[in-house]
């Protein structure tokens, strides 16, 4: 059974489209970019709330991964965000960040981070300020960047 230039043209024509069907999903670079650091700054302003929406700024999937810098800050799935952030509300201080330093790239659908700053631990006796890194891995979602990968750590000097 032979097959013709048309079918092998078409067939081409549909590998070629669908490769290109994220990028044309996906904003300008600028765009994203700006949509990637609003992410941030959402995700800042919802912790220093306590606010439970905070949930929302991450993807539905399972595999959507929160590792924070305390061993047992960890969490994978929705389930587990929430239980996670409920905890971390319950506790007296608030946090939010400083960040003095943002990087991101974009490709497409998918956008990577990492921020410099510093954790700004907010309680009774005042503010704690210790330095933090941040990576991160977001993507695209009906026009709004969600977290799929949150990692955070406290560098050593």
């Known amino acids: ?10 067939g081409a024509a549909l590998l070629l489209v669908g490769s290109l069907a994220p990028m044309l ?10 949509g990637v650091r609003r992410a941030l700054i959402r995700l800042n302003e919802l912790l220093s709330k306590r606010d439970m929406a905070i949930l929302d700024e991450f993807t539905g999937n ?8 305390v061993a047992k800050d960890r969490a994978r799935g929705r389930a587990q965000l929430e239980v996670h952030f409920r905890e971390f509300f319950a506790r007296p ?11 991101v790239s974009v490709h497409g659908p998918v956008a990577w981070l990492h921020a410099e700053g510093e954790a700004v631990l ?16 977001l993507e ?3 026009g709004k960047w969600l977290w799929r990968l949150f990692h955070g750590s406290l560098p050593t000097a």
């Open 1 to 10: 059974m032979g097959v013709s230039n048309r079918s092998l043209a078409a």
């Open 25 to 34: 999903a996906a904003p300008p670079q600028r765009t994203a970019e700006r």
């Open 62 to 69: 399972e595999d959507t991964v929160l590792v924070a810098p």
């Open 93 to 103: 201080d608030t946090l939010s960040f400083a960040w003095r330093e943002v990087e």
């Open 122 to 137: 907010h309680g009774a006796d005042g503010d704690t300020r210790q330095p933090y890194c941040l990576t991160g891995v």
């Open 140 to 142: 695209l979602h009906g």
